[in-house]
């Protein structure tokens, strides 16, 4: 069984640009969060989704953000016209959530975004 | 809203001895997990141990403890006999207890972390 795979690893964009990101979750794990890590920072949340339906979502996610995971599987996060604020590290991780029980969330290796 | 607190931004250890991370938190939930993940450099985070809010009983993992004081709201970490490879950014958690697929979000709420350096 593979683990959370986020592509790319690192992304380098000069301010203005738009940008996206993929995350592939655990075959099966039905919820995919969103986490950005700041330097020096723990991660923060920034949205969820069960299946391809998003829940919820931060006051963190400006309008410049949009987040889909058609077909439930895979993720897409994308970041319009980026600022050099949203340097950050952006984690994926995923879960298997079932009835009245804990869910571990298993995370992805990041993509580190650079806003030049 | 729950806040987790680290107020140890960096710790250092000699291989082989005992070191303890520290951590506080803020919340008015009753019901609710605290982990401990570590994120070594460059690499992904994985989770080190977890405590059910419910349980008395300090959660161990191997070489890793706990000390959950849930009065005080404080959640230590303990690693005895400390090996080169735990060198890395260690985070505090703070999970509310979800009702699976019928509740809200599990998110997890981070601390800011402690990096931890392991000296040979």
């Known amino acids: 069984d593979t683990g959370v795979s986020q592509n790319p690893r690192h992304k380098i964009t000069k301010r203005g640009q738009n940008v996206t990101f993929r995350c592939d979750p655990i075959s099966e794990h039905n919820r995919l969060y969103w986490y950005r890590q700041t330097l020096g920072q723990g991660p923060e949340f920034l949205t969820y989704?069960?299946?391809?339906?998003?829940?919820?979502k931060s006051r963190l996610l400006s309008d410049r953000f949009s987040a889909e995971r058609p077909k439930g599987s895979f993720s897409t996060l994308e970041i319009q016209r980026t600022e050099q604020g949203d340097s950050a590290m952006y984690l994926c991780a995923s879960s298997l959530s079932l009835v009245w029980s804990y869910n571990e969330q298993f995370f992805g290796p990041g993509t580190r975004l650079t806003v030049l | 809203a729950q806040t987790v607190t680290q107020s140890q931004p960096e710790m250092s250890v000699q291989e082989a001895e005992t070191v303890t991370l520290s951590c506080t938190y803020d919340t008015s939930e009753s019901n609710y997990y605290l982990f401990w993940y570590k994120q070594p450099p460059s690499r992904q985070m994985i989770l080190v141990i977890r405590q059910e809010a419910y349980k008395q009983q300090n959660a161990t993992e191997n070489r890793f403890s706990v000390n959950f004081q849930k009065a005080a709201k404080s959640f230590s970490l303990k690693i005895s006999d400390s090996q080169l490879g735990d060198t890395a950014m260690y985070f505090c958690a703070f999970m509310k207890h979800g009702m699976g697929l019928q509740g809200g979000s599990e998110k997890l709420v981070f601390g800011k972390g402690t990096k931890l350096t392991v000296n040979p």
């Open positions: 989704f069960q299946n391809e339906a998003q829940l919820e």
